[in-house]
């Protein structure tokens, strides 16, 4: 006795993803404009595009351990996170 389970659906929505992610990340890694993601609550950098860090001189790994805020000229912060 045994039973089945047809996955199709599910694997077609798995591959969509797949697919959907990978046209995300060449279009925010090679976007000649620097780019980022940061979670809005703590303004911790989630991910930066190579552009991002040749413009401000900061390596990737730099960027992770930094806010968004520190980023910003000082005077600048208030109108950034309005």
């Not at 990978?22 to 993601?37: A, D, H």
Request: overall charge negative.
């Amino acid at each position: 006795v045994g039973t089945g389970v047809d996955i199709t659906e599910r694997m077609a929505t798995l591959q969509q993803l797949l697919e959907s992610e990978k046209r995300y990340r060449l279009l925010f890694e090679s976007n000649p404009q620097p780019m980022w993601v940061f979670e809005q609550e703590t303004r911790r950098f989630l991910a930066v595009n190579e552009a991002a860090c040749r413009h401000y001189g900061y390596s990737r790994e730099e960027f992770m351990s930094m806010s968004i805020d520190q980023v910003h000229p000082d005077e600048e912060v208030p109108r950034a996170r309005a």
